[in-house]
């Protein structure tokens, strides 16, 4: 009982509320052309591996961009000369430091590139099961190549295809999609996803209100 109460508490709070898929799906469409680019920036990073910070590279580093050694928490016992600082800041585990940071960033890459990664196949996977040809086809050049109604009624046959179609079609892609993302929203395994979803969708949301006030 005392679990139940709990729960219905949470969902009076809004907390457990369904998410908005539409606008959800919104934000993924709009997004998915400059997703395929991050994707790839992301993946040739990760391919390149994680580079090994050796004395060397550390001695070179130090010496050629301004420090501030402070910030690395190395007492440098107030040492004017520059090579005395970095011989110290050796000293005290700069290198093993940098490698822990290095490793960090990778780990972070990958994860990134893990939620990049599902958020396309979200959108891919509505594309291939529930577009049909021509409604694929209008996504690829709004949300791909970015043209806009004009200039993909002008790649068909003259007459054949009309703004307000266009228009249609696109209603009928993110819907697709919406449809997609209510349908896995069920399934465990998508949920710490779907949530990052909803919180990156959030603070996209509230920067973009805030930009209106500002230029408003």
């Not at 520059?82 to 940071?101: C, F, H, Q, S, T």
């Not at 069920?186 to 209100?209: A, C, P, T, V, W």
Request: hydrophobic share 35%; with cysteine; aromatic share 8%.
């Amino acid at each position: 009982m005392e679990q139940e109460a709990m729960n219905n508490q949470n969902t009076s709070d809004g907390k457990n509320a369904p998410p908005d898929f539409s606008a959800l799906a919104l934000f993924l469409t709009k997004s998915y052309g400059q997703m395929l680019k991050d994707q790839e920036q992301l993946k040739a990073v990760i391919d390149a591996g994680v580079l090994v910070y050796t004395k060397e590279i550390a001695i070179r580093d130090l010496s050629s961009i301004s420090i501030d050694y402070e910030s690395d928490r190395v007492q440098t016992s107030n040492i004017s000369n520059v090579p005395e600082r970095i011989a110290e800041l050796l000293d005290n585990g700069y290198v093993e430091k940098m490698n822990r940071k290095l490793r960090w960033e990778m780990a972070e890459t990958v994860k990134a590139y893990g939620y990049l990664s599902w958020k396309i196949e979200v959108v891919e996977t509505a594309m291939a099961e529930r577009m049909e040809g021509m409604e694929r086809a209008v996504f690829e050049r709004l949300f791909v190549r970015g043209k806009t109604y004009r200039q993909v009624c002008k790649a068909y046959k003259k007459g054949t295809l009309h703004n307000k179609q266009v228009s249609q079609i696109k209603k009928k892609c993110i819907q697709a999609v919406a449809d997609h993302l209510k349908m896995i929203s069920g399934f465990y395994i998508y949920s710490k996803y779907m949530l990052m979803l909803e919180r990156e969708y959030q603070d996209n949301h509230k920067r973009e209100s805030e930009e209106e006030e500002d230029n408003g």
